[in-house]
């Protein structure tokens, strides 16, 4: 077989390998050699696989291989590396939060922003009640009524105070 043709079927096949992890990626987490293949474009090149007749060539030639037989050319070959590399940290990593690879970083940003919505929807409640207080003391403060009355008044207003403060407390808002 002619080197062209050999380095073409690298080309395809492994795009075709490429499209199999992000399919089922749980089926190729375990595949040794394959973690590193996927890191750069490089070991890509280097990757070999008997059983799927794919070969190991040059970056250079892997690049100008691809850019003949595919439609997008290297960009493409490229863009199915890093999503299959997603793909199999995704399940490998599953939904730690780690910030050593892209999945673990989205994880960690995806946790931060649910943390945040809750201490937004915490603060909001939390400025109601003060300021459900504050027009409460004011008119307690500017009230004519007896002082039997103002205590009365007191204690349903702390108790209203110590329910709300209650739910803020025991939920996740």
Not at 40 to 56: G, H, V
Not at 99 to 110: A, F, H, M, Q, Y
Request: include cysteine.
């Amino acid at each position: 077989m002619k080197t062209l043709e050999v380095n073409q079927k690298k080309v395809m096949k492994t795009k075709l390998l490429l499209l199999e992890i992000i399919k089922e990626p749980s089926r190729y987490s375990s595949i040794k050699t394959l973690t590193p293949a996927l890191k750069s474009q490089r070991e890509l090149a280097k990757f070999t696989n008997s059983e799927r007749d794919i070969t190991s060539c040059s970056l250079n030639t892997l690049k100008s291989a691809s850019e003949t037989l595919l439609e997008r050319g290297f960009i493409e070959l490229d863009e199915l590396r890093i999503n299959a590399k997603d793909a199999i940290e995704a399940v490998v990593i599953g939904n730690k939060v780690t910030k050593s690879t892209r999945t673990g970083l989205k994880n960690k940003v995806d946790e931060l922003e649910s943390k945040l919505i809750t201490i937004q929807k915490s603060n909001f409640l939390l400025t109601t009640i003060t300021s459900d207080l504050r027009s409460d003391l004011k008119n307690m403060a500017y009230s004519n009524d007896s002082s039997e009355n103002r205590k009365k008044k007191y204690h349903e207003l702390n108790s209203k105070i110590e329910a709300k403060l209650s739910y803020l407390r025991n939920s996740d808002v």
